[in-house]
């Protein structure tokens, strides 16, 4: 999936961008989500000020890198991936 940056104060991503990397994507201003189709994860989207926002936590490019390069091995080595549990 990808987002968009502009010359402005907040990225922006398509919501058809999010179908077609596999999600569904319901937006209500009190229940709004993401839903990974494969694996049925659910990602709260917030509606402030009369926006859709996500709230994302960034990684250091360098620490991103490495949990991408991993997930490439274990991929071709048939393990899953596995996302960072919240703390």
Sequence with gaps: MKGRVCKI???LISA????DAGFKVVLDKEDSYME???SGAIIPINFRRRVFELDLELEPYEEAKKVLTDATVN??????FQRQARP
């Design 36 to 38: 990974d189709k494969r």
């Design 16 to 19: 058809v961008d999010m179908n």
């Design 75 to 80: 991929a071709r080595a048939g393990q899953s």
């Design 9 to 11: 104060t907040k990225g």
